[in-house]
């Protein structure tokens, strides 16, 4: 099992930017599905960028254009870089690591981190 652990979340005014980072253990981190969620208080848990291990990136239309997903397997870590934030963006981020997407576009993972929360102001 993976156990990723999520930091550089905080509290920033619109059009602002934050970098996520998202440490996973294991030997074979290289060979992840990484991805990055969010849940807003009283909303579901979306998924908001996810890197292949070869590197292909997929986004959230929600944040095409803004946010970058990133990798490391040198250091074992994903990143979220956020540009331009909204206040609609603030939410809990989510590692989530060893991502297995299915062929209908669904996603499945047991690794979750505990989270990283992420505060935009207006």
């Known amino acids: 099992q993976v156990q990723p652990v999520e930091s550089g979340g905080d509290l920033v005014q619109a059009g602002g930017s934050l970098r996520l980072s998202c440490a996973a253990s294991g030997s074979i981190f290289s060979n992840y599905r990484m991805g990055w969620y969010r849940q807003a208080p009283g909303k579901q848990r979306e998924l908001v960028a996810d890197i292949t291990s070869g590197g292909t990136t997929n986004y959230a239309d929600s944040v095409k254009g803004r946010f970058t997903i990133a990798r490391n397997n040198a250091k074992n870590t994903v990143y979220l870089q956020m540009n331009s934030l909204k206040p609609e963006d603030t939410a809990g981020y989510y590692c989530?690591?060893?991502?297995?997407?299915?062929?209908?576009?669904?996603?499945?993972?047991?690794?979750w981190g505990q989270g990283t929360q992420v505060t935009v102001s207006s």
């Open positions: 989530a690591a060893n991502l297995i997407r299915y062929g209908n576009g669904t996603y499945y993972t047991a690794d």
